[in-house]
C-alpha cells in the first residue's frame, strides 16, 4: 500500500521553529518530486514549497514563506522536510505532502494547490499562537 506520512506538527510560540516530516511508505520517493501544501480554515489549499526527484537540485517556495522555510530530502531515509522558522500565526494550517509521477517540475508541482497529485498524507496540524 502506497502511503505518504505526515509528522511533526504542533502548537508553537510565534517566532518559533518547527519541522515537518513527509516519510513514504510501500514505494520509493527517489524517482518523485514532492510537494508541501497548506490549507488554513477558511481558505483554499495553496502550495508551500516542492522539491524536484533529481536529488533536490530544484526547489520553490511560496511567497510567503520565501527565506523563513527551508525543503529538503533524504531519500535513503524515504523522507521529505519541511524547515520552517520564524513562524507567524498566519502559518497556522494543516500541511500536507503529495506526490504523482506525472508532474516532475517543481513549478507545476506546486500551482493550484496540489490539484492533480495522487499521492497524499492525511496531514499535520500546525498552530502558531502565544
Known amino acids: 500500500q502506497l502511503q505518504l506520512v505526515e509528522s511533526g506538527g504542533g502548537l508553537v510560540q510565534p517566532g518559533g521553529s518547527l519541522r515537518l516530516s513527509c516519510t513514504a511508505s510501500?514505494?520509493?520517493?527517489?524517482?518523485?518530486?514532492i510537494g508541501w501544501y497548506r490549507q488554513a480554515p477558511g481558505k483554499e489549499r495553496e502550495g508551500v514549497s516542492c522539491?524536484?526527484?533529481?536529488?533536490?537540485?530544484?526547489?520553490k517556495y511560496a511567497d510567503s514563506v520565501k527565506g523563513r522555510f527551508t525543503i529538503s530530502r533524504d531519500n535513503a531515509k524515504n523522507t521529505v522536510y519541511l524547515q520552517m522558522n520564524s513562524l507567524k500565526p498566519e502559518d497556522t494550517a494543516v500541511y500536507y505532502c503529495a506526490t504523482t509521477e506525472w508532474i516532475t517540475t517543481v513549478q507545476a508541482l506546486c500551482a493550484g494547490g496540489g490539484h492533480g497529485m495522487e499521492y497524499w498524507g492525511k496531514g499535520t496540524l500546525v498552530t502558531v499562537s502565544s
Open positions: 522539491i524536484s526527484r533529481d536529488g533536490g537540485g530544484s526547489t
Open positions: 510501500g514505494f520509493s520517493l527517489d524517482n518523485y518530486s
